[in-house]
């Protein structure tokens, strides 16, 4: 078990006796100069106390309250072609942590799904956005991860909560998954719940009402993460039941692997075995070694399956003499009247 899958082990509640329980005392006294920190620098932008510089274009940030996958790369790409679709010039700003070979795995898969869009990556994002604008000729910019970025002020906040857990075990950081309250919702212009078809009806209508508790005003637009098709490197892209039928083993790299699982799961291809690596992981030679030696342990005409953010990273069409197939995964919004408030705010950003 990997020191990411422990640490949630241990704040979910689920790593049980008297370690795991004074563990869990000892991350709850951490959490609170965090949450005291988090809440002074909220209240010194709130007041104007620092200030947050304007882009001279739309800014939209794409953020969360918890720490891990939300699923904010997908919802990037789906704000991008949305703006593209409508002629508009937008180029991506992150902060690009956890890069390889100077780019993410996050920036390589919006490469490989937007080549028409510029990512540009560092830790001054507003600088970023001045290149973008200056250089690139962008009419809007969309940061990703940037709800708790406030240097750079913004004229939407999109705030993705994860339907299989919104509210990251309801404790801040270091005890559970909150990076600020969910009380900072209010700052919130769309409140996005990813991977609705993985819980209950029930459950996503509980959350909806939380949220709007939370942000009032905001709609609240309910999504799910829909397989889009299998891709393998160098090679077209196949249909999503291209290899049904056949035993799947799986492994990802994800904030939230269990949501990897379960979207398998839900296509008919519950993984005999599943290795789970940290999120971002750069996989090294070791890494690859490991792989295939596991993937030699099973049967002749298994199907390795990971994720896109793998792939590109991987960039091999087989481990171990076995195929490996990446599953691309796009956005889809579930049409409601929250949904139309949604694209016409989205509207309203570049024409309003």
């Excluded at 969360?64 to 704000?79: A, D």
């Excluded at 009380?183 to 719940?193: D, K, N, P």
């Excluded at 269990?258 to 075995?273: K, Y």
């Amino acid at each position: 078990m990997s020191v990411e899958e422990s640490f949630r082990e241990l704040v979910s509640g689920r790593a049980r006796g008297w370690r795991p329980a004074l563990a869990r005392l000892g991350l709850s006294a951490a959490s609170g100069p965090y949450a005291a920190a988090v809440w002074l620098r909220n209240r010194l932008y709130d007041r104007a106390w620092m200030q947050a510089q304007r882009a001279r274009v739309p800014v939209i940030s794409v953020g969360n309250l918890t720490l891990g996958g939300t699923g904010k790369t997908p919802c990037v790409e789906y704000l991008a072609r949305f703006y593209r679709e409508r002629d508009v010039r937008v180029a991506i700003l992150s902060r690009g942590y956890k890069g390889a070979w100077g780019r993410n795995d996050e920036a390589m898969v919006l490469e490989e799904n937007l080549p028409d869009v510029p990512h540009l990556q560092g830790a001054d994002r507003a600088a970023l956005a001045a290149t973008a604008v200056e250089e690139l000729e962008a009419e809007l910019l969309i940061l990703d991860d940037g709800f708790q970025h406030r240097r750079l002020s913004r004229d939407l906040d999109v705030v993705l909560l994860d339907a299989t857990n919104p509210w990251g075990h309801g404790r801040l950081f270091p005890r559970g998954l909150l990076r600020e309250s969910p009380r900072e919702l209010r700052r919130a212009g769309v409140v996005m719940l990813t991977r609705c078809d993985q819980v209950p009806d029930e459950d996503v209508r509980a959350i909806e009402v939380q949220a709007r508790q939370f942000a009032p005003g905001a709609p609240v637009v309910a999504t799910e993460h829909a397989p889009v098709e299998w891709l393998q490197h160098d090679s077209p892209s196949r249909p999503i039941g291209a290899i049904r039928g056949r035993p799947i083993v799986a492994f990802c790299g994800l904030g939230n692997p269990d949501a990897f699982r379960r979207t398998l799961r839900d296509l008919g291809g519950e993984p005999h075995a599943f290795r789970a690596f940290p999120d971002h992981h750069a996989y090294t030679r070791a890494d690859v070694e490991s792989l295939r030696d596991w993937a030699r342990q099973q049967p002749a005409d298994t199907v390795l399956a990971t994720t896109q953010k793998d792939l590109v990273k991987l960039r091999t069409a087989r481990i171990g003499e076995r195929d490996l197939f990446a599953l691309r995964i796009g956005l889809r919004v579930r049409p409601s009247a929250e949904a139309d408030r949604f694209h016409e705010t989205l509207a309203n950003v570049c024409h309003g």
